[in-house]
Structure formats: C-alpha cells, structure tokens
C-alpha cells in the first residue's frame, strides 16, 4: 500500500527551464511533507518542506506546493541547472510534532535530469 | 561539517548469518533512525532512537534489533539473514525533535547470498 506516489519514474529538463516534481498521497493524516535529493552513492538530503496549514514554500529557487483538497505537492525549481540532476523523494509524516517527527513515508522517487 | 558516519559501507553475508550495521550522529545530535531500502523501492523506516531509549518502531522485522549507546551511536543488529534483507540501511540522525527534517548518512549496503 504506496500511501505516497510519485507517478513519474524520470522527468529530464533543459538547463534554465522549470522543473515539475509531483507526489500523492492518501494518508489524511499526513500532516507535513518534505522534499530530500539523492545523489548516486549518498544519503538523502533534505531540501524543502511544507506544513499542512500552508499551500506554498520558498526557499531561494525551489518551491513547494500542497493542495489539501487533492492530496497532492509538487515540487518547482526555477531554473533548474545540471547539479540539480539527481533522485527526487517525495515524503511525508503523520502527526508532525507528535512521537512520528522522524518516521518519514517516502515516495519511490523521481530522477531529474537537467541537460546543458 | 561533520555528518552522519555508517559502518561497514558494503558487508556480504550468506543466509542465516548475522550482520551488524553501526551509525555514528552528527555530534550534538541525539535522536537516531534507522531506514531500510530495497533495490528499486523506496526507503522504509525501520525505527528511531531519542536519547537511548526507543522512540518510534516501524517495519522492522522480529530478527532485528537495534539499540543507541551512551555515546548516542547506534548499531542495527540483523539475525538469520534471509535473501530478502539485501538492501540499503540508511541511518539518519536529528537534534532533538524536528519535524521530518534528518541528516541521513551514505548507507551501508548489504548483500545476502
């Protein structure tokens, strides 16, 4: 049961266009959401994240957007450049400043690429 | 900057055996959580450490065991490995309770023959 999906295994970009990551969920209980890339033979790193009670988040070139209603964030980075080529996971938490702070349901990742 | 330190980063085991994984936090950091990947999924919490005591239980299966030292690092103790348990452990750590926002290290791969 995949409670958060990233429909798009790849999306690949031009150099200075704007990239599109998308993310459903299905846990109502999901409460915050964060975006982590991964670079081959390295950990996740933490990018952005957004609370339930806000529909948007920036944060330099990279944007996140909840809609609620349709269970659905997406992640905008304008412009993208080469480095931000790389796996995208989407990931969430349920009751966010409860015990779960650090369990995160992820997505199954979209990877970026960027070309010159 | 200091960041999280996994050890062994590669370990081959046969079926049956034992595997430990150990994790070393950021320092100052006190909170440890431990997360499984299998080729081609997504990673899977398996449980969470907040000072030395167990904060937060995941899919971990019943032959694996995990503890966070006074030192806060943390060893991930895995028992008759099964084909299946070939995957990616990651071990990310946290100041205290952030919401989501971990510092995950380079994961330590485990292959099962």
């Known amino acids: 049961d995949q409670q958060v999906k990233q429909n798009s295994p790849s999306l690949s970009v031009q150099e200075g266009r704007i990239s599109i990551l998308n993310c459903d969920y299905t846990?109502?209980?999901?409460?915050?959401f964060l975006w982590y890339k991964k670079y081959p033979a390295e950990g996740p790193t933490f990018l952005i994240s957004?609370?339930?009670?806000?529909d948007k988040n920036e944060d330099g070139r990279f944007t996140v957007f909840l809609n609620k209603s349709a269970k659905h964030l997406s992640l905008h980075i304008v412009p993208s450049q080469p480095g931000d080529s790389a796996v995208y996971f989407c990931?969430?938490?349920?009751?966010?400043?409860?015990?779960?702070?650090?369990?995160?349901?992820f997505g199954q990742g979209t990877i970026l690429t960027v070309h010159p | 900057a200091a960041g999280v330190i996994q050890s062994p980063r590669h370990l081959i085991k046969e079926k049956r055996e034992t595997a430990t994984l150990k994790c070393y936090p950021i320092?100052?950091?006190?909170?440890v959580y431990w997360y499984q990947q299998g080729p081609g999924q997504d990673p899977q919490f398996l449980i969470s450490?907040?000072?030395?005591?167990?904060?937060d239980k995941g899919s971990i299966p019943d032959r694996f065991s995990a503890q966070q030292f006074s030192d806060y690092h943390s060893e991930l103790n895995m028992s008759s490995l099964e084909l299946g348990d070939s995957a990616l452990y990651f071990c990310?750590?946290?100041?205290?309770?952030?919401?989501?926002?971990?510092?995950f290290g380079e994961g330590s791969r485990l292959t099962v023959l």
């Open positions: 450490f907040y000072e030395k005591m167990q904060s």
């Open positions: 990310a750590s946290s100041r205290g309770r952030p919401t989501g926002e971990l510092f």
């Open positions: 846990n109502s209980m999901f409460d915050y």
């Open positions: 990931a969430a938490v349920a009751n966010a400043g409860g015990t779960s702070y650090g369990k995160l349901t």
């Open positions: 957004i609370s339930s009670i806000k």
């Open positions: 320092p100052r950091h006190d909170t």
